[in-house]
């Protein structure tokens, strides 16, 4: 079946310094999304994209489409405490498979101050 | 407006036993999925529901879990009997047209233990 690879698998970093995790898959996409989860909470979405080299910012999230349509990044700048918590990306395939969508195995952030 | 609701938010069972967790998901989204989440991976997708119609249930074990849509609002995950493998979080999640067919707002799931 399709499969995501996410990594790194965690990260422990500065407040302050950038973070850069990624998703690769065998497989093509037509949509990647990057959800951060909180213990306890259910996943939130944070960037959608929707085209192939697409490039997309939210504050200081960054994401790409990778070219390929296997793959796509998240970056996060001048990290801080309160984005300690697992990024997922999340892909679906397009046509009879709408709404489905395949989760990496996520990459645990955590930021010491 | 109001997010996913899910209950309970925990449970406790032994194996064996049975279990069933309710879902109302935002007003309006037509298409609900279940998903299962181990600890330490990705969810994964048990059912889709499209109003009060399943669209994909292939990944549903069907042997023990069942899941209902009778209306077209609400939902409930049901396992019956459970096995300790099904110690996961259950999170609903739905999804309409207007906000992205692929974009799925989750609830804050239901914690099941099996012992």
């Known amino acids: 079946g399709q499969q995501l690879n996410q990594s790194p698998q965690s990260m422990f970093i500065q407040e302050g310094e950038d973070v850069s995790m990624n998703c690769t898959s065998s497989s093509i996409f037509n949509t990647w999304l990057w959800y951060k989860q909180d213990p306890g909470e259910g996943p939130v979405l944070l960037i959608a994209l929707y085209k192939a080299g697409e490039l997309t910012s939210n504050g200081r999230l960054t994401a790409q489409f990778g070219i390929t349509r296997k793959d796509s990044f998240l970056n996060i700048s001048a990290s801080i405490p309160s984005d300690v918590g697992i990024y997922f990306c999340?892909?679906?395939?397009?046509?009879?498979?709408?709404?489905?969508?395949?989760f990496g195995q996520g990459t645990i952030l955590t930021v010491h101050p | 407006e109001a997010g996913v609701a899910q209950s309970p938010r925990y449970k406790i069972i032994e194996k064996r036993q049975s279990v069933a967790f309710w879902c109302n998901p935002i007003?309006?989204?037509?298409?609900l999925y279940w998903y299962q989440q181990i600890l330490g991976q990705g969810p994964k997708l048990l059912i889709q529901?499209?109003?009060?119609?399943?669209?994909?249930d292939s990944q549903l074990p069907k042997d023990r879990f069942s899941a209902e849509r009778l209306k077209g609002v609400d939902s409930t995950l049901k396992i019956q009997p459970a096995k300790l493998e099904d110690s996961a979080v259950y999170l609903c999640?739905?999804?309409?047209?207007?906000?992205?067919?692929?974009?799925?707002?989750f609830g804050a799931g239901s914690r099941l233990t099996v012992l």
């Open positions: 007003s309006g989204h037509a298409t």
């Open positions: 999640a739905g999804s309409n047209k207007s906000s992205g067919a692929n974009v799925l707002t």
């Open positions: 999340a892909a679906n395939a397009g046509g009879t498979s709408y709404g489905k969508l395949t």
């Open positions: 529901f499209q109003n009060n119609g399943v669209v994909d």
